[in-house]
């Protein structure tokens, strides 16, 4: 099959054209070349969170891979047929879990049968969704796929020194591989709809609040889930179930995420990371501001949610209704059509985003 070449400086020529492309190069056995990776971006080139990536689709696909190297700005990656296993990835240091989930989660339910991966590296760190995030807000739209999911956060991992522990095992309804986009539309298509054109009424809305253990003394975690709460209950007349623990961690760190689930079953997320300096109660309203920002806007998706999900409408097929036209949003879809075509259709004036298949 003829290569798939990338521009990776187009649109925002972040890391996410990077993720997407070898998540459609995986599941559909498409080798891809991608140039100019992050080539606007300093340092450019790869990180060590992307060649975790890289490792882990390597290892899955069997694939033959030239430039997965720190700095590399350029990559070429040959998939073969997705196969089981158990797998073992160190991102290093503090390099995000979350975004390395969002090519390795939707594709660990194309492989068949039994799927199990342990990552080390950061679960709650700037720029990227927390962990918590991916668990229960990305992972429930997925979960039509499998008889069985298991995602475990077993250590937490805060910048800069990261060390967090997160396991995913997926049992697939998938028995055995398919080959080629009619047979996967067919099987997602059977299992999996993602029609979310409107909101529904507001069921719940649920969060957590995590801090370190050294700064149980000042209440960090009560604070910021007091914060978020109060927000919430301010704006949208709410009362938030938010639950907060201490962790222990190999530095100082704190996170609040939070999400609304509505009576369409639609789920929006949102979450934000203490720091130095930063008030606890600040963290809270922080994330509360996100996540009412994106509610009011009528989405039905959540800004992350969004980029994350192009690639699986590009498979079942769908409408999500989305906060805003993000740079990385259209940059996504734009990566997405090399493999599938030109099969999205947007409504800018009403926030959609359609893909006919």
């Given at each position: 099959m003829s290569r798939i070449v990338i521009d990776g400086s187009i649109g925002e020529g972040g890391g996410q054209i990077l993720r997407t492309a070898l998540?459609?190069?995986?599941?559909?056995?498409?080798?891809?070349?991608?140039?100019?990776?992050?080539i606007k971006r300093k340092p450019k080139g790869l990180k060590k969170q992307h060649l975790g990536v890289i490792?882990?689709?390597?290892?899955?696909?069997?694939?033959?891979?030239?430039?997965?190297?720190?700095?590399?700005?350029?990559?070429?990656?040959?998939?073969?047929?997705?196969?089981?296993g158990a797998y073992r990835i160190n991102l290093e240091?503090?390099?995000?879990?979350?975004?390395?989930?969002?090519?390795?989660?939707?594709l660990s339910f194309f492989v068949p049968k039994r799927f199990l991966i342990a990552v080390k590296g950061g679960t709650d760190v700037e720029n990227a969704p927390t962990v918590d995030w991916v668990q229960n807000v990305f992972l429930p739209i997925l979960e039509p796929l499998a008889n069985r999911v298991s995602f475990r956060v077993i250590r937490r991992g805060f910048y800069p020194e990261g060390g967090g522990f997160v396991s995913l095992q997926v049992e697939s309804k998938l028995q055995y591989p398919l080959y080629g986009l009619d047979e996967i539309r067919t099987f997602a298509r059977s299992?999996?709809?993602?029609?979310?054109?409107?909101?529904?009424?507001?069921?719940?809305?649920?969060g957590i609040s995590v801090a370190h253990k050294h700064l149980q003394e000042r209440k960090v975690a009560e604070r910021q889930r007091l914060g978020a709460i109060e927000f919430i209950k301010e704006k949208l007349g709410r009362k938030a179930s938010i639950s907060n623990f201490y962790v222990d961690a190999d530095c100082l760190g704190t996170s609040v995420t939070l999400w609304i689930k509505d009576d369409k079953g639609n789920i929006l997320g949102s979450d934000s990371k203490g720091k130095k300096g930063k008030l606890a109660e600040i963290v809270g309203k922080e994330a509360a501001e996100k996540l009412i920002e994106d509610w009011e806007s009528g989405a039905t998706v959540d800004r992350h949610l969004a980029d994350h999900l192009i690639p699986i409408l590009a498979i079942v097929g769908g409408t999500i209704k989305v906060p805003k036209f993000t740079s990385h949003l259209l940059t996504n879809i734009e990566v997405v059509k090399h493999f599938v075509g030109d099969i999205f259709e947007i409504?800018?004036?009403e926030g959609l985003v359609s893909a006919k298949v």
């Open positions: 998540f459609m190069s995986a599941l559909l056995t498409i080798p891809v070349e991608i140039k100019n990776i992050r490792k882990a689709l390597k290892y899955i696909t069997n694939a033959k891979v030239e430039g997965d190297y720190e700095g590399s700005t350029s990559l070429v990656f040959e998939p073969k047929t997705l196969k089981s240091t503090a390099g995000s879990i979350s975004l390395f989930f969002q090519t390795v989660l939707p299992h999996l709809k993602i029609e979310k054109n409107s909101q529904g009424r507001i069921e719940k809305i649920r409504d800018q004036s």
